[in-house]
């Protein structure tokens, strides 16, 4: 695991758009795993200028996105699938049908198919990932065990009051969510993760001190061999 502190999350991001756009740019058509949350924001839209500005494109690119919440329609104002339109797909040059999110309406067969689809593609070349406050990686919740393929999960407390910001209210973030397992992610072939801000801080520590384990998701990538971990100095501050 190489872990990088930058010392902002602007230089982070730019850090983080380098190594996506350098991927693409050696293999036009690599497998990006994509994540959603605020803390990627910043490297898409890094990402959106290098297309633009003409560094990299994205035309024969393919992406698979880790996570959908359950019971939101491509077209809900919160679904991931719109967030990824509106912060991502609709900026760069990339052909809509390579883009795939999991399906909010997906029972167990159908989500174990999203593994299937991923493999058809030749896996994931590069998975990018942020973190959740209680080391949760795509929707993959503190648990007894590491989940395996794309499943059904709940959603905790915790998760559901982080991500109330985005809704009206907390009663309106879903209860559940479809996401990538902790075995689709330890199957792509590099991965990135990113995290900014003070409040990731003691998460981010967790991860790359404490015992790898089912309680923190993300201590898993411990156990990958082609893992960078990019941090801005809040993240990074209790490591
Ligand atoms: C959500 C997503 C995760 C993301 C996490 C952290 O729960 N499912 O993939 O990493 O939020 O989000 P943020 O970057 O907004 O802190």
Do not use: C, W
């Amino acid at each position: 695991m190489n872990v990088y502190i930058y010392p902002d999350a602007q230089t982070l991001a730019v850090a983080a758009a380098a190594l996506l756009a350098g991927a693409v740019i050696e293999k036009p058509d690599a497998v990006l795993g994509l994540a959603t949350g605020s803390t990627p924001v910043p490297t898409y839209r890094e990402l959106a200028r290098l297309n633009k500005a003409g560094a990299v494109s994205f035309a024969k690119a393919r992406t698979f996105n880790l996570d959908e919440y359950a019971g939101l329609a491509p077209d809900h104002p919160q679904s991931y699938r719109r967030f990824m339109n509106e912060q991502l797909f609709d900026h760069i040059d990339i052909d809509p049908a390579n883009t795939h999110v999991p399906s909010g309406f997906a029972g167990d067969a159908e989500a174990a198919d999203y593994d299937v689809q991923i493999a058809a593609a030749g896996g994931v070349d590069v998975q990018l990932l942020g973190i959740g406050h209680d080391g949760h990686i795509g929707f993959n919740e503190p648990d007894d065990t590491f989940s395996r393929t794309t499943h059904r999960v709940e959603l905790t407390d915790i998760t559901r009051q982080a991500n109330a910001r985005f809704f009206d209210s907390v009663d309106e973030v879903p209860t559940h969510a479809v996401t990538m397992g902790i075995g689709t992610i330890m199957q792509a072939k590099r991965i990135l993760m990113i995290a900014t801000g003070r409040d990731k801080a003691e998460t981010v520590r967790a991860m790359l001190r404490g015992p790898v384990s089912p309680r923190m998701p993300a201590s898993v990538l411990a156990l990958h061999r082609d893992v960078t971990v990019m941090l801005d100095a809040e993240a990074a501050s209790l490591r």
